[in-house]
């Protein structure tokens, strides 16, 4: 067991782009969030799944934004139309109980 | 809507000695957990120390300790003989109810002076 894992890494994109991140999270870990962290400030919650269901989503998460997690394991989040706004650390973590073990993160640099 | 504050965005401390970086939190629910993480520059995000919010004694991990006050919406963070290792962010975070999203503060920059 190797963590929660995210890819890519760090990710630089033109305005207008589609960007496409992945979130392995801890294996048996029915519960995944995607948060996203500006420099300087606390994470923010993007958005939540249980199993493969999306349970909650945040106001943040505008419609440019999509995040599925098919048959319950992995997740993507897809960024359509990027905004140099969208330049952040998109961080995943997911859980079984009520503690959240997080990923290393994917830093987006919209130009 | 719950709300996390930390009220000092920077701290230091000498080496071997103790450092308390507060938190406090805004909440009308009485079943929440309460988190402390840890961001290292350029790493990622560990778990630190946890409070079920029922329980009063005061969580513990090796040289890590809250100080959990329900009434007033207090949770400290207390660091023993810190070391250069301790250099980091430190995130206070609220979850309500278990399994929910997590709330973060907008951190504590923890500088360990040698």
Known sequence: ?111 | AQTVTQSQPEMSVQEAETVTLSCTYDTSESDYYLFWYKQPPSRQMILVIRQEAYKQQNATENRFSVNFQKAAKSFSLKISDSQLGDAAMYFCAYSQGGSEKLVFGKGTKLTVNP
Not at chain 1, 38 to 64: C, V
Not at chain 1, 86 to 99: G, H, P
Request: one cysteine or more; a neutral charge; glycine letters at 8%.
């Open chain 1, 1 to 111: 067991d190797t963590g929660v894992s995210q890819d890519p890494r760090h990710k630089i994109t033109k305005r207008g782009q589609n960007v496409t991140f992945r979130c392995d999270p801890i294996s048996e870990h029915n519960r995944l969030y995607w948060y996203r962290q500006t420099l300087g400030q606390g994470p923010e919650f993007l958005t939540y799944f249980q199993n493969e269901a999306q349970l909650e989503k945040s106001r943040l998460l505008s419609d440019r934004f999509s995040a599925e997690r098919p048959k319950g394991s992995f997740s993507t989040l897809e960024i359509q139309r990027t905004e140099q706004g969208d330049s952040a650390m998109y961080l995943c973590a997911s859980s079984v109980t009520e503690t959240q073990y997080f990923g290393p993160g994917t830093r987006l640099l919209v130009l």
